[in-house]
């Protein structure tokens, strides 16, 4: 579960205008808005018309949450902050409801209507969630913003996920027809005994992703340790790099 939490405190506010530091701290002490999600991607194949999101206010004010669809071009081909998206067409896709008041302890199952129709590729969505509290105290609307990332895949499609020899040294490449999210990645060196953590990597059809190894490893005994997440299910997935891998 992912708790995304919203308060109503502000120190910096209240430097800055001391005449507000009382009210917003009284604010801040008996108005709060937690809202909590069960997913944090949602995955959805070409040929299932509906998914859904569950959505649970587990603080003490009324949340008003509204839902943006948008969707994302060309995706994994840039990075989060370069990524571009366009609105998303109705007949396509819709969230119900999109809009709506979530009273404290409360919850509510969000549901996403798809258009079952052929797909080449994955096409990937960002749900924008934007939640407003009111305080009663100060009646100030404290607005945070969140996203959730929706990912159709092709039917019967899978990744294949292969460690290749590059020119700078190895890569990941997705041979497959759809994404693998790769986890928990450790470059190690057998002989030594020593391992090195890699970041977190989503990796789309026909996509490859360049691994840096360690000067110090002996590629002979090196050997780089996934957790993949395909398709919904996670796997633990070992690759060693083979000897010719250490030729130019």
Same mark, same amino acid.
């Given at each position: 579960?992912?708790?995304?939490?919203?308060? /109503?405190?502000?120190?910096?506010?209240?430097?800055?205008?001391?005449?507000?530091?009382?009210?917003?701290?009284?604010?801040?002490?008996?108005?709060?808005?937690?809202?909590?999600?069960?997913?944090?991607?949602?995955?959805? =194949?070409?040929?299932?018309?509906?998914?859904?999101?569950?959505?649970?206010?587990?603080?003490?004010?009324?949340?008003?949450?509204?839902?943006?669809?948008?969707?994302?071009?060309?995706?994994?081909?840039?990075?989060?902050? =370069?990524?571009?998206?366009?609105?998303?067409?109705?007949?396509?896709?819709?969230?119900?409801?999109?809009?709506?008041?979530?009273?404290?302890?409360?919850?509510?199952?969000?549901?996403? @209507? @798809?258009?079952?129709?052929?797909?080449?590729?994955?096409?990937? !969505?960002?749900?924008?969630?934007?939640?407003?509290?009111?305080?009663?105290?100060?009646?100030?609307?404290?607005?945070?913003? !969140?996203?959730?990332?929706?990912?159709?895949?092709?039917?019967?499609?899978?990744? #294949?996920?292969?460690?290749?020899?590059?020119?700078?040294?190895?890569?990941?490449?997705?041979?497959?027809?759809?994404?693998? /999210?790769?986890?928990?990645?450790?470059?190690?060196?057998?002989?030594?005994?020593?391992?090195?953590?890699?970041?977190?990597?989503?990796?789309?059809?026909?996509?490859?992703?360049?691994?840096?190894?360690?000067?110090?490893? =002996?590629?002979?005994?090196?050997?780089?340790?996934? @957790?993949?997440?395909?398709?919904?299910? !996670?796997?633990?997935?070992? !690759?060693?790099?083979?000897?010719?891998?250490?030729? #130019?």
């Amino acid at each position: 579960m992912y708790l995304l939490q919203q308060t /109503l405190i502000s120190r910096c506010l209240q430097m800055v205008i001391p005449a507000l530091g009382l009210l917003l701290l009284q604010a801040a002490q008996s108005a709060s808005a937690q809202l909590l999600l069960n997913e944090s991607v949602i995955e959805m =194949d070409a040929n299932q018309a509906r998914g859904s999101i569950q959505m649970s206010n587990t603080g003490s004010t009324p949340i008003q949450v509204s839902i943006d669809l948008q969707e994302v071009l060309a995706p994994g081909t840039f990075g989060p902050l =370069d990524e571009v998206t366009i609105p998303v067409q109705p007949s396509i896709l819709q969230i119900e409801p999109n809009h709506f008041e979530l009273p404290p302890n409360d919850k509510v199952t969000v549901a996403i @209507h @798809h258009s079952v129709r052929a797909l080449q590729d994955d096409e990937a !969505y960002r749900l924008l969630i934007q939640p407003t509290t009111t305080s009663q105290h100060s009646g100030m609307n404290i607005l945070l913003n !969140y996203d959730l990332m929706l990912l159709v895949r092709p039917a019967d499609s899978e990744p #294949k996920v292969r460690l290749i020899k590059t020119h700078e040294g190895v890569a990941f490449e997705n041979q497959g027809t759809t994404n693998a /999210l790769l986890t928990k990645l450790q470059v190690c060196d057998e002989s030594k005994n020593v391992c090195q953590s890699l970041p977190s990597q989503r990796l789309y059809a026909e996509q490859h992703w360049p691994i840096v190894l360690p000067e110090e490893f =002996d590629i002979h005994h090196t050997q780089i340790k996934t @957790h993949q997440r395909q398709r919904g299910q !996670y796997k633990s997935i070992d !690759y060693r790099i083979p000897v010719d891998f250490a030729s #130019k």
